[in-house]
Structures are given as structure tokens and as C-alpha cells.
């Protein structure tokens, strides 16, 4: 069976939501940022810091290959610059179904403002670097996807079923009664 993909922003729910659905469909949940962690034995901050985000991003991309290889019938969760990348867009195609979880600006910058965790967002002004990084991204994000699905005043329960839901049509689950 195919893995289940959750792309967009940082802030999203992406770990959240990866986590919950990971119970819901008894599946394993990957986060490549947490991959990227564990195979460097450093946090994205200090790669950022050290080596720079070029770096990273080969990272990525050197994460995604390896999943490629590996997984399957799996939650994987990457993290928010990964799709703007085109060979990543081409390997998550080739994972599995690709959700984008999409939300507005100001919903993510109320998540993320106290976290010092992204280094992309430690700047002085983060609500315009966020709205203006959804602009560039958003193209790149609904491109990698399979389906887009607004979080925007939902509850993760509604987000989980419709995920669910795709899910079971991709996988032809659905049960009929009788
Ligand atoms: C980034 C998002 C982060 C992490 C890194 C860069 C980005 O992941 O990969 O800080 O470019 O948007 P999350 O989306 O899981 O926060």
C-alpha cells in the first residue's frame, strides 16, 4: 500500500494531524525534519546555522530518496519548504497521496509566534515573511498535491475524516452496507 503524504506551511498541523491520523489508520507516522535531526544528530537550527539552508534543502531531498526506497503504507509528514523544490515534488508524487493542509497567514503566525524552533521565522517582522513565503509557496504546494484541504475553522476531527475519506476512495475501502 501507498504512504499517506502532509505537506504545507509551517504551523499547519501537519505533525498534529500526521499523529492523530497515525492512530486513526494504524500506520506509522516518518517526519522528515525529525529524520533529518536523528541522521545529523543536530537540530534544524544548528544546520541552518552552520551550514546554511542550502545544505538543508539537499538534505531533503537526500530524505525523500531514502523514503523512497524504504517506505510504504506509512504517515509521512515533511517539512514546509520541502515541495518548492521540483525533483521533490516529483519523489512525493512517486510516495503516495499528497494532502496540502492549508491555512491562512495570521492562523499560522498565532501557532508559531512564541516557537524559536524555525529559523526561517526568527525575523523581526514573522506575520510578513509568513504571509509573503504562502504567496511564493502556495503554487508549489497545490502543484505537489493530490488534494487540498482547508484547516481553516476546523476541528481535527473534520480535517481526520476528510483525509480518511480520500483516503478509502484512493484505496477503493469503500464499504457498503448490506
Ligand atoms: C521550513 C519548515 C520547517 C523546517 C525548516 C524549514 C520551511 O518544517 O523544515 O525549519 O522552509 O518552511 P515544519 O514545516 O515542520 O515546521
Not at 517539512?79 to 521540483?86: A, F, K, N
Not at 499528497?98 to 503566525?109: D, M
Request: proline share 2%; charged share 35%; glycine share 8%.
Amino acid at each position: 500500500m501507498e504512504n499517506v503524504i502532509l505537506i504545507g506551511f509551517m504551523g499547519c498541523g501537519k505533525s498534529t494531524v500526521g499523529l492523530r491520523l497515525s492512530y486513526r489508520l494504524r500506520r506509522t507516522i516518518v517526519d522528515t525534519d525529525k529524520e533529518i535531526e536523528k541522521e545529523e544528530k543536530r537540530t534544524i537550527s544548528d544546520i541552518f546555522a552552520t551550514d546554511g539552508e542550502a545544505y538543508f534543502r539537499n538534505l531533503e531531498t537526500d530524505c525523500l530518496r531514502k523514503l523512497n526506497d524504504s517506505a510504504g503504507n506509512q504517515i509521512i509528514s515533511v517539512g514546509g519548504g520541502l515541495p518548492v523544490r521540483e525533483e521533490n515534488r516529483a519523489l512525493l508524487h512517486e510516495l503516495g497521496q499528497v494532502f496540502y493542509l492549508r491555512a491562512e497567514g495570521e492562523t499560522i503566525y498565532e501557532r508559531v509566534k512564541d516557537d524559536t524552533t524555525r529559523p526561517l521565522l526568527q525575523v523581526e517582522d514573522p506575520l510578513t515573511r509568513i504571509k509573503t513565503l504562502i504567496e511564493e509557496r502556495d503554487p508549489y504546494y497545490r502543484a505537489a498535491a493530490d488534494v487540498v484541504i482547508t484547516v481553516e475553522g476546523k476541528s481535527f476531527s473534520q480535517i481526520l475524516d476528510e483525509i480518511e475519506e480520500h483516503v478509502n476512495e484512493r484505496e477503493g475501502n469503500n464499504l457498503t452496507e448490506g
